[in-house]
């Protein structure tokens, strides 16, 4: 009789209609598929009914979190070469029904089924997200953001290092470390809103307060940053004050939508916008150009995917959803750009910094794995492992143009002169 890792091969590449691309270790130590390939370890049987109960991404992640699917070798090199047979595949329920007329297919699920044992399906890891419809009410939206941040200053300070930063860093040098990277970042923002001593300075999603506190010490201008997150407010407030910037920074924990103290003279929102969802994009989009003053700046840092040619069919990444950014949603650069341009904004530079994530993306995981047993210590196991993957599988997502993410520099042009404000000579900032 075969051994558990040999038969687990032959049932997925009967599955799947192609030669697995990675090794696979099973419960009883037997090993089958490429030699030296990035080696998928079923510590379980588990495992198995985890990927037969929801098959494809969901599957994996939950077997992931839980433990009962490990990966030895390059994380990044294993997942690049199963990223085409899960995350590229895009089959459906129809799509599964219509591959399980196949009596080959049929065989293979048998096969797995026999395998896996007790047909009773595991219960969800408890890091996982209940899943709901996506309301982006002020309720939901605060229980969303709780999720994804108020997991601990500590753990968040392990990953992002230092200067606890959030999204990308701006890799000006070869040779820049992720600090001197981040600070490049904060600087070119604030030197794409041409920020100047004595303005008034509103932070959407202001996070830990880093760009914050830096607008205020090194371009003198008075800020208030609003968060949902009531663990990131604490430590922003505690950055302040050692900065001696309590007297120019205010850090609110406050949605957008109830910020009523403009008009600002800008507007930075950096990773926040993918959290508002596309039906509340306009909204979005109009409550921050009724608080900016005419010919005031907005730049609109935010993730973007790739446009589809039907609409209609895309849908929110399950494992993200259910485990990372519950609610959070993704548009294509162009539809962000119609949206603040519908809201009365005119767009006016529009960079991509995709290359730029990778990077900063691989400089976390680093990080998390440099310090993996105290990172299990701040959270659980089950939520290292969850950022472990998410951060890794994004750095690929951004360096195969799966993702992208652009900073969108927009002016609130005062109406009827259209005066912009914006010098004739483009990216001055540079």
Known sequence: MQDAASRLNSHFEQLLGVPLPVRIRAWDGSEAGPPGAPTFVVRNRRALRRLLWKPGELGLARAWVAGDLAVEGDLYAALDLVSELVWERGEDARGLVEALRDPQVRSAARGLLLMAGPPLPPSPPREEVRRRRHLHTKRSDQRAISHHYDVGNDFYELVLGPSMVYSCAYWSAPDSTLQDAQRDKLELVCRKLALTPGQRLLDVGCGWGSLAVHA???????????????????????????????????????????????????????????????????????????????????????????????????????????????????????????????????????????????????????????QWPRAVRLTSPGRARVWRLYMAASALAFERNRLGVNQVLAVRAPEPSGTSGMPLRARTWN
């Open 216 to 370: 205020a010490r090194e371009h003198g201008v008075s800020v208030v940053g609003v968060t949902l997150s009531q663990e990131q407010a604490a430590y922003a407030r505690k950055q302040v004050a050692d900065e001696g910037l309590t007297d120019r920074v205010e850090i609110r924990v406050q949605d957008y939508r109830d910020v009523t103290d403009g008009p600002y003279d800008a507007i930075s929102s950096i990773g926040m916008a993918e959290h508002v969802g596309a039906e509340r994009y306009l909204e979005y989009a109009e409550v921050l150009g009724r608080l900016l003053k005419p010919g005031g700046r907005l730049l609109n840092h935010q993730i973007a995917r790739r446009p589809q040619r039907d609409e209609s069919t895309y849908a929110i990444d399950e494992f993200i959803d259910a485990y990372v950014f519950p609610d959070g949603e993704l548009a294509p650069v162009g539809t962000t750009v119609t949206q603040l341009e519908r809201a009365g904004f005119e767009v006016r530079d529009v960079e991509a910094l995709r290359e730029h994530y990778a990077l900063t993306l691989r400089q976390w995981v680093a990080n998390l794995e440099a």
